[in-house]
């Protein structure tokens, strides 16, 4: 998908997952969302970054639109803060969106010793991949703001980013990673450790996967290690945590 047009910051949308209720209509929250996104001028934009937003974070979750349905980060916005979700939210937009994943691809193979990330050469790497549109240029622009706004790179001016030094997350947050890779991303009870996808954990410290599986093991997934397998068999639930 393309249609990531517009910025995100993570304080915009565990605000609004805080206030969203389970059966309300998603119009009733158009007005409020003009008070979270205080940092934007205009209904337009907001309205564009609004609809990003409940695409990613509500509609994904559900067939309808008629009305909210519970999901996964709704679960976890009523327990858990903005900090502990962050890393997620920035995974979920990797996940529902091909040209963000496209980019931090060539992010990783383009950036230098010091953390350099120059764009020119990724536009035209990704003007070549998608063609010569303006919304492509524009999710292009919006998904390096993103990455500013979720503090793991900075930019230095028009062309020229820095990736920050890296932040660790927890056990807990990469489990929730897991279930929310497998669940959504891969719509299967299965995930493969040998085949996660490296763009998911290029922002943030490495991790001990092994271990993470192990501690886990029995309550939210069997974890199965042979040979030539590595593999999690996630519990089926009803409610994730």
Known sequence: MIGLDRPIRPAWIYETLKIVEVGAKPSVYNEPFEDIARELVGKEGKRKVRTVIFRTFIYSFQKKRTKIEKNMFLQ?????????????????????????????????????????????????????????????????????????????????????????????????????????????????????????????????????MTSIAQKFNGEDWEYVREVERNILMLKNRKSRR
Do not use: C
């Open 76 to 208: 976890w916005a009523e327990s858990r803060s903005l900090n502990y979700l962050k890393p997620l939210f920035l995974w979920k937009i990797l996940m529902d969106y091909e040209i963000a994943r496209f980019i931090t691809k060539k992010i990783i193979l383009s950036v230098d010793h010091a953390g350099h990330i120059s764009t020119p050469l990724l536009s035209k790497q990704l003007v070549k991949e998608y063609g010569d549109r303006d919304v492509v240029k524009r999710s292009f622009r919006s998904f390096m703001a993103t990455l500013v706004h979720f503090g793991v790179i900075s930019q230095e001016n028009k062309n020229n980013y820095t990736l920050l030094p890296k932040e660790s997350v927890s056990d807990e947050q990469v489990r929730d990673l897991l279930l929310l890779y497998g669940t959504t991303f891969l719509e299967s009870e299965v995930v493969d450790l040998q085949n996660l996808p490296e763009e998911f954990l290029y922002f943030f410290e490495p991790v001990d």
